[in-house]
């Protein structure tokens, strides 16, 4: 149980380009989605929270008008870079949780790698 | 001071050896910690999580909380080397988005 999707699991596009990740709980309802970014040998950073029907809180230093977050339903929530620059090429992976509480894990997707050309 | 921190290794141990892994936190507050494994390219997978003080264990892992020292472990017994990957210690702040604030991993390598 508790798998959690991402699609596309790839993608390569051109520099001023926008592109869409979606990530889906499969087996669960969501209450709670989470986007993180990782470059290379570093770890994971949260970019935003996303709760189903509201707007989602990014982190400081994430430009909410650049990566987009809308979390639809309970299963999805999907992530747009818009005007993708070669800089936001990155290791995208969203996670979702169960609950609310402190206690509840994080399911992880298996990531989407964004190469901006 | 980082919020959680790790050694990043790399750790190497010899397969069948006994590899600890280590994490400190500084919010007192906390309340639950993971330790996830991640390899090459994937996203992290969950091993275990732990809440209280003491030792959790779950087949070859065990996990390690002493709240009042601001610490957390991993142990894995018998170390195979399809153990090599980095491993990351997740701490929830446990603050109103109960958002993790991740360590920057240590990297396991388990020598054949």
């Known amino acids: 149980g508790a798998v959690v999707s991402q699609h596309p699991s790839r993608v390569i596009c051109k520099s001023g380009t926008s592109v869409k990740i979606e990530c889906r709980s499969l087996d669960f309802q969501a209450t709670t989605m989470f986007w993180y970014r990782q470059f290379p040998k570093q770890s994971l950073m949260l970019m935003a929270t996303?709760?189903?029907?509201?707007?989602?809180?990014?982190e400081q230093g994430v430009e909410k008008d650049k990566f987009l977050i809308n979390h639809a339903s309970l299963t999805l929530s999907t992530l747009t870079v818009t005007s993708a620059h070669p800089e936001d090429s990155s290791f995208y992976i969203c996670?979702?949780?169960?609950?609310?509480?402190?206690?509840?894990?994080?399911?992880f997707g298996p990531g989407t790698r964004l190469t901006v050309l | 001071q980082k919020e959680v921190e790790q050694n990043s290794g790399p750790l190497s141990v010899p397969e069948g050896a006994i590899a600890s892994l280590n994490c400190t936190y500084s919010?007192?507050?906390?309340?639950?910690f993971f330790w996830y494994r991640q390899y090459s390219g994937k996203s992290p997978e969950l091993i275990m999580s732990?809440?209280?003080?003491g030792d959790k264990e779950d087949g070859r892992f065990t996990a390690q909380l002493n709240k009042a020292s601001q610490y957390v472990s991993l142990l894995i017994r018998d170390s195979q080397p399809s153990d090599s990957a980095t491993y990351l210690c997740a701490v929830n702040m446990a603050s109103g988005t109960y958002k993790y604030i991740f360590g920057t991993g240590t990297r396991l390598k388990v020598l054949a």
């Open positions: 996670s979702a949780t169960l609950g609310i509480t402190s206690t509840d894990t994080q399911y």
């Open positions: 996303s709760n189903e029907g509201s707007k989602a809180t990014y």
């Open positions: 732990i809440y209280s003080n």
């Open positions: 919010d007192r507050v906390s309340q639950s």
